[in-house]
């Protein structure tokens, strides 16, 4: 049964970056799926950031795209989310996710910008 | 355009029927599917391809589409189906988008 865990630093700096990885286990990230990061501001609805192929490729929110990246890792089986310059509006739960079916969501992550 | 707009409230009794909308350009064109999410968990699918249910999903959850709108429709909707539903759907270039959320009151 496939999993997803995020991890990362939970307190970012402002103008800093934000760096968050997602684990994929019980499954390889190079099957036919796109992984997504998507979050979700205090009391605020759900924002789909981007995702990528186990290629490479990418799909961004328009949005975000400027101070967005997405990497994937097939060695360490992960993939990894880069928000650059962010700002106290960036705090939110941050989730990985596979949104094809069968779909499926990391815990989700709460990563709060701060000095 | 690269919007899905949703109430941001809907109130029924328990045993009513709940209707929650989503309306989009996109909607024409591609597929929505419906989550439905709890306080502090992550959002579960409840409806997918507009109008199927994945299994272990109750009946009482249904999906409908007319148009720019997708529909939906929680039959005799129980207390423990008050949650935030969110539809989402794929843009064009292979964009992804979340309606702004429904907040179900049931009580």
């Known amino acids: 049964q496939v999993q997803l865990q995020e991890s990362g630093p939970g307190l970012v700096k402002p103008s800093g970056t934000l760096s968050l990885t997602c684990a994929v286990s019980?499954?390889?990230?190079?099957?036919?799926?796109?992984w997504s990061w998507v979050r979700q501001p205090p009391g605020k609805g759900l924002e789909w950031i981007g995702e990528?192929?186990?290629?490479?490729?990418?799909n961004y929110n328009p949005s975000l795209k400027s101070r967005v990246s997405i990497s994937v890792d097939k060695s360490k089986n992960q993939f990894s989310l880069r928000l650059s310059s962010v700002t106290a509006a960036d705090t939110a739960v941050y989730y990985c996710a596979r949104l094809q079916p069968p779909i499926l969501w990391g815990q989700g992550t709460l990563v709060t910008v701060s000095s | 355009s690269y919007e899905l707009t949703q109430p941001s409230s809907v109130s029924v009794s328990p045993g009513q029927t709940a209707r929650i909308t989503c309306s989009g350009d996109?909607?024409?064109?591609?597929?929505a599917r419906w989550f439905q999410q709890k306080p502090g968990q992550a959002p579960v699918l409840v409806i997918y391809?507009?109008?199927e249910r994945p299994s272990g999903i109750p009946e009482r959850f249904s999906g409908s589409s007319s148009g720019t709108t997708v529909t939906l429709t929680i039959s005799g909707a129980q207390v423990e189906d008050e949650a935030d539903y969110y539809c989402y759907s794929a843009a064009d270039n292979n964009l992804k988008v979340f309606g702004g959320g429904t907040k179900l009151t049931v009580l």
């Open positions: 990528i192929y186990h290629s490479g490729s990418t």
């Open positions: 391809k507009d109008s």
């Open positions: 996109v909607l024409t064109k591609k597929y």
């Open positions: 019980g499954g390889s990230i190079s099957s036919t799926n796109w």
